[in-house]
């Protein structure tokens, strides 16, 4: 008989430290229960970006807050998709009740338009695969109820010229080009299918820092009215959410 071990085998016994501070008293997301509550010390966030409704988790400003920079970081690259149902929970968990009930299905004081709904629509997929919004957005239908349609995908590069709309696109300083080039990457969405009638997309990602990716996401949906954004962090650069 053959018995082969490889290193991995053992992972399952041998719970890794806390990955702020190393402590061996690990809960879940790899951190402890102290480096998580400094992880997630920041208040929800609600705010407007050029028209649409964000709700954010949390602020994340990188350079102030070492242990909420670490777990995302660690999520980077990686489909950890019990991670993302974790902090779907703490989504959930942080939202006063007076806002999410009214989305809910049969809620009896809907937000929605009378014989409309909401649903939830995952940013695309990154171009590495990566599928932490879905998973984010699963994680959230489990707890509340709402139904995920996973309907939004890369343009393929080259069609996207035609999205474009921007006067500021002809001429300008070479900075403004290089950030128009990027806003350009990501205005390149479009829908794999219809939603059904009467449903109302709250689209959902990971991270939300210009608002970008939110923004070509509500334009492949037509810019529809009451559309709103979810996310888990808002991610500020200078700690006044501008960038
Ligand atoms: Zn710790």
Redesign the pocket.
Known sequence: MNFSFKPHDFEFFIPAN??????IC?TQLR??Q???RAAFRNEPSEFRNSGLNVTAATTWIPDENR?LSLLLKSLKGNDFREDWAELAREFVARLPLKRLEPLCPNSTDSGAPKNQRFVLVPAPASSEGRLHALHFAEGIAQLIGLEVFDVLRHRPSGQSSHQITDASLEGGVPAQKARDKKQRKLRTFYRSRVLPSQCIPIIVDDIVTSGGTAHAAWQAFGRIEKAQVWCFAHRQLDGRGKL
Do not use: E, K
């Open positions: 806390c990955m702020s501070c190393q402590s690990v951190l402890c102290s480096c998580r242990a």
